[in-house]
């Protein structure tokens, strides 16, 4: 059991270190909206479902990236801003491309907006609360 417990700590860290990285490499382009409302449960399930299914592609993708690049730092990669995938080499450029398609699709079919899901990505950011949720949610995700 104590593993397990480790585990889940583990998973979660690296599935907030994922969050922080949409928000930074291999992402959306989000607009900052002040008045973004509130998480609903549903919001809060579908993200965590999202966040789930895209960390494997991230992961790769991340992974065959920085191969390519080798020992330099990873350039911020932004799906919607299309100059940050051009600078990258051929190949890099089309690994982020088709990580971009993919992860859109996971997080329509999982029932939010692009806009949504970064949204909520922002508000995890400085919603304590909200954060909690969503690591409960995920804990909870996995045991399933």
């Known amino acids: 059991m104590r593993w397990k417990i480790y585990y889940l700590k583990t998973f979660f860290l690296g599935v907030m270190t994922t969050v922080s990285l949409l928000a930074s490499t291999l992402t959306f382009t989000a607009k900052a909206d002040a008045q973004t409302p509130t998480v609903n449960n549903n919001e809060i399930v579908s993200y965590a479902q999202a966040v789930l ?7 790769q993708a991340f992974s065959e990236i920085k191969k390519l690049i080798g ?3 990873i350039p911020q990669i932004v799906c919607n ?3 940050s995938i051009n600078s990258l080499p051929r190949k890099a450029r089309d690994i982020a491309v088709n990580y971009c398609n993919r992860s ?3 997080v329509e079919e999982n029932g939010l907006t692009i806009e949504r899901f970064n949204n909520i990505t922002l508000e995890i950011q400085n919603n304590n609360n909200l954060k909690r949720q969503i690591y409960n949610t995920l804990i909870r995700l996995q045991k399933k």
Do not use: V, Y
Not at 53 to 59: D, F, I, K, L, V
């Open 53 to 59: 299914a895209m960390e494997p592609s991230r992961q």
């Open 71 to 73: 020992g330099g730092e």
């Open 81 to 83: 801003e299309p100059q």
């Open 104 to 106: 859109q699709k996971i």
